[in-house]
């Protein structure tokens, strides 16, 4: 369950690079992660869709299985609008979950033995969000 301390939210908005950068923030569980899928199903539509979906993971409390699943079904709708994603910032608990369920290298595209963002230092992908912290 959700404690009051670990709310979810979920923010997301195009850039004009034509990326949609997407925050996550407090615990992704079953609770929440319909709000992640919605958030971000209706800007991936064909036709419409962004050049890429950044998934900043660094304010995550949680992950539980319906939150790793959530990020499985949002790997799909990505795939199927033919927009990369990357999930960046992941907490050591998000790549410890990744690793022992055998999601790692297919939600992250790397291979279980360059570890968790091996080749970018502090742990962000392809740098910061442009115009962000």
Request: hydrophobic letters at 40%; proline letters at 9%.
């Given at each position: 369950?959700?404690?009051?301390?670990?709310?979810?939210?979920?923010?997301?908005?195009?850039?004009?690079?034509?990326?949609?950068?997407?925050?996550?923030?407090?615990?992704?569980?079953?609770?929440?992660?319909?709000?992640?899928?919605?958030?971000?199903?209706?800007?991936?539509?064909?036709?419409?869709?962004?050049?890429?979906?950044?998934?900043?993971c660094a304010g995550l409390t949680?992950?539980?299985?319906?939150?790793?699943?959530?990020?499985?079904?949002?790997?799909?709708?990505?795939?199927?609008?033919?927009?990369?994603?990357?999930?960046?910032?992941?907490?050591?608990?998000?790549?410890?979950?990744?690793?022992?369920?055998?999601?790692?290298?297919?939600?992250?595209?790397?291979?279980?033995?360059?570890?968790?963002?091996?080749?970018?230092?502090?742990?962000?992908?392809?740098?910061?969000?442009?115009?962000?912290?």
């Open positions: 369950m959700t404690t009051p301390d670990h709310l979810f939210g979920v923010e997301a908005d195009a850039a004009p690079d034509g990326i949609l950068y997407v925050t996550l923030a407090g615990d992704l569980a079953w609770e929440s992660a319909d709000e992640l899928l919605d958030a971000v199903r209706a800007r991936l539509s064909p036709g419409n869709a962004p050049a890429g979906l950044r998934v900043d949680l992950c539980d299985s319906t939150g790793l699943s959530a990020l499985l079904a949002l790997h799909r709708l990505a795939e199927a609008a033919g927009v990369p994603l990357h999930l960046d910032r992941r907490p050591s608990f998000l790549d410890r979950l990744l690793l022992l369920t055998g999601t790692y290298e297919h939600l992250t595209g790397r291979s279980e033995t360059a570890g968790p963002d091996a080749d970018t230092p502090s742990g962000t992908v392809e740098g910061p969000r442009p115009g962000g912290p």
